[in-house]
């Protein structure tokens, strides 16, 4: 790793090398850097003191970095990989550095530093196809391996591969009607239009079809002391299908409840996370709910429950006053919805039977009942996300394999 941007030195040799490494560890960190970026970086630290720190910053910034999210990234990586020497820290330490480069190092620094601290190794043909086998065997144990029980390095690699997932998209037909040149309903209005450029002769008749739109998607998640591995990892798989549907809904319970939604837009999945915990006052506490449901309910449900919204209620169902008003809320929030999915990590134990009194209750209320423990139960629950069902379908409740 370099120690220090040699004063005056052309960028050739040494500073070339720093270069190229420095735009692979930002790709590795998730910026979208390509050769051209690296030659024009290069070329432009020809015209520039390099012997000046804020410079080098300055130029190689407007460089690599395209979008305003990854200005933070950039900079913890330039500090990082960039640190002066000592011979040469007085000097640099004098020279005043942007704003945005001397906060607190972002949440996305330790995806920097792994991406500093990931080796270059240049093998053989053969060990790297024996490592990719390797991999390989890895990612299918990954998909099967309890959330709870992976390492910090199993959650990082986890939480990467579902940064990948995209939902597809389950339509819904609207009352609107657009252009469909096999729509079942005649445009009138278009038709005649053109028939005024024939003098009123109709050569072509102009169909509409039923407007077909996403369904909405509303997400309840517990994040109790029981649930807080689960629900933050699920947090990224909805983070990740926000933007390609944007009419996603987000809102975390533990003895309160909290809406999330716009923390979670944020571009960086690091940054959205600790946005949506810097919100949260009782991440990893205790449950009610009974009270948060209410709550839903009362405030929200009229809000993001309609045209046809899914919800995704994530909890173990652990609750401790589970009596009537608890039934009476989970009742409510299943006749205000399309489709109620009741993801429970308990079902990841074979032998489980609803025993509690708080998971009797909110059973007859909800119309499917899934587990979400690993990777394979997220792309499940995808599956079933994107199938088509009747307005009112009401499916069998039992547990999803």
């Not at 601290?117 to 990954?142: F, M």
């Not at 405030?299 to 909890?315: F, H, T």
Request: hydrophobic content about 40%.
């Amino acid at each position: 790793m370099p120690t220090s941007i040699n004063h005056l030195a052309p960028p050739t040799g040494g500073i070339a090398d720093n270069i190229a490494g420095f735009a692979r560890a930002l790709r590795a960190a998730g910026l979208p850097v390509g050769p051209g970026a690296v030659i024009d970086a290069m070329t432009a630290l020809e015209v520039i003191d390099i012997g000046k720190r804020a410079d080098v910053f300055t130029t190689l910034e407007s460089i690599f970095v395209k979008r305003h999210e990854h200005a933070l990234i950039f900079a913890q990586a330039f500090d990082l990989f960039f640190r002066p020497a000592e011979e040469w820290k007085s000097m640099l330490d004098s020279v005043p550095l942007p704003d945005h480069a001397k906060k607190k190092p972002p949440p996305a620094s330790r995806r920097v530093q792994e991406a500093m601290a990931r080796p270059q190794t240049h093998e053989e043909p053969k060990a790297q196809e024996q490592d990719l086998r390797l991999s390989v065997s890895d990612r299918e144990v990954l998909q099967k391996k309890d959330f709870a029980q992976m390492s910090a390095a199993e959650i990082a690699e986890v939480a990467r591969a579902i940064a990948k997932m995209r939902l597809p998209q389950a339509e819904l037909k609207t009352r609107r009607h657009t252009t469909d040149p096999r729509g079942h309903r005649i445009d009138m209005r278009k038709t005649l239009r053109q028939a005024l450029r024939t003098e009123g002769e109709i050569i072509n008749f102009h169909r509409l079809g039923r407007l077909e739109k996403p369904a909405p998607i509303v997400a309840l998640l517990d994040i109790s002391g029981s649930m807080s591995e689960y629900t933050r990892l699920f947090l990224h798989f909805l983070h990740a299908i926000t933007d390609a549907r944007k009419r996603v809904s987000v809102f975390l319970f533990g003895t309160r409840l909290t809406n999330v939604t716009r923390a979670l837009r944020q571009r960086d999945p690091d940054e959205a996370l600790a946005s949506c915990s810097a919100n949260v006052e009782d991440w990893a506490g205790g449950t009610r709910i009974a009270t948060s449901l209410q709550t839903f309910n009362k405030l929200w449900a009229r809000r993001v429950l309609g045209q046809g919204a899914i919800v995704l209620l994530i909890s173990d169902g652990l609750e401790r006053e589970a009596d009537s008003k608890l039934a009476f809320e989970m009742d409510r929030l299943h006749r205000s919805c399309r489709r109620l999915i009741w993801l429970n990590p308990l079902l990841r134990y074979s032998g489980f039977e609803a025993k509690a009194q708080g998971i009797k209750t909110m059973l007859p209320h909800v119309d499917e009942f899934r587990p979400v423990h690993n990777l394979t139960s997220i792309e499940t629950l995808i599956s079933a996300l994107s199938s088509q069902l009747p307005p009112h379908h009401r499916s069998a409740i039992r547990p999803a394999a």
